[in-house]
């Protein structure tokens, strides 16, 4: 496994990180002993780095493996939190949680633009005060926008950097892969830490996961990349793609046969427009929220790249 110093700060970090979202309650929903033994295992493994949010709800199974694995974890968590106060719970929350004194990455979570950036400034005055203290080593950000990634690139407060990026752009809310990418190198050249998420772009791209990977593993200014795992398959399968080796034929056979189904996101905000894409009218609007019939669905991806808050993913 090849390992990068994380930008500016002093955490040498995987190149593959460990996404955590997926083994937890919004989406594979693991039992808490399986899911920790998958961190676990990911870890024996040669991956040092661990990315999740108190959002995802599954700070416990980050808590169970620790107390399970002798070597050092990188840790890297986020919180929508905007106020002082309400940071200053989220990062005691995180601590007590997982168990741990300090972590290493406290990030402020999907930030949209430059104007939430300002909005959270109490959010961030707060880490930063947490960070003089030791009980965090790195503020950051992470985004699905072009715009933040430029200005945080700017902004001294921040370590570390969490862009969205796959090689069809989608989830990019603000731009082309093409600007993404031109925003990452601004940022790798003010000293950022930066690892990228969604390269898979939501699971949507898994029929084309060998293209996808290719792509995000060529960008050297990507220090690390967080790949959602939930199962040992997938790990074992991702561990493989990291260190340039052919995936086991037999793993490769057990991921086809894996049964994967597309989710809403609870943020979907019903505006249609992944109905009017879907060939199979496999989606319909009711209220405010879009449903999906799983009978229909053939998990062909086409439905996300027209949503325009990034709410649809397969798992």
């Not at 990315?51 to 493996?65: G, H, P, S, V, W």
């Not at 050249?189 to 898979?200: A, E, N, Q, R, S």
């Not at 792509?215 to 793609?241: D, Q």
């Amino acid at each position: 496994m090849e390992y990068k110093k994380l930008g500016s700060t002093d955490l040498i970090v995987s190149k593959l990180c460990f996404g955590a979202l997926t083994i937890g309650p919004l989406q594979a929903n693991l039992p808490l002993e399986e899911g920790a033994n998958l961190i676990c295992e990911a870890f024996e493994l040669g991956v040092n780095f661990i990315d999740t949010a108190e959002y995802y709800k599954n700070y416990e199974y980050i808590n169970l493996a620790l107390k399970k694995i002798k070597n050092e974890i990188i840790i890297a968590t986020k919180s929508y939190a905007y106020t002082y106060e309400g940071m200053k719970k989220s990062v005691e929350k995180a601590r007590k949680e997982i168990g741990k004194d300090y972590i290493d990455i406290f990030m402020l979570h999907e930030q949209e633009s430059r104007l939430t950036l300002q909005g959270h400034k109490e959010a961030l005055d707060y880490l930063l005060e947490a960070k003089e203290k030791g009980l965090i080593k790195a503020t950051g950000v992470s985004t699905h926008t072009v715009e933040v990634v430029r200005t945080a690139a700017q902004m001294k407060e921040i370590d570390v950097i969490q862009p969205l990026i796959n090689f069809k752009g989608i989830g990019i809310k603000d731009g082309t892969i093409e600007d993404m990418l031109k925003a990452i190198v601004y940022a790798y050249t003010k000293g950022k830490g930066i690892y990228g998420m969604k390269c898979l772009g939501g699971g949507n791209l898994i029929k084309e996961k060998e293209k996808a990977f290719e792509f995000v593993l060529n960008i050297p200014y990507l220090h690390s990349i967080a790949v959602g795992i939930k199962s040992k398959s997938e790990l074992i399968a991702n561990i493989h793609i990291f260190e340039g080796k052919k995936v086991p034929a037999d793993v490769e056979k057990i991921l086809l046969k894996e049964k994967r189904r597309l989710i809403i996101e609870e943020w979907c905000e019903g505006c249609g427009n992944c109905v009017s894409r879907c060939r199979y009218n496999a989606l319909s609007v009711y209220g405010k929220k879009v449903y999906v019939d799983e009978n229909k669905c053939i998990l062909c991806g086409y439905c996300a790249g027209a949503c325009p808050e990034f709410c649809i993913k397969i798992v």
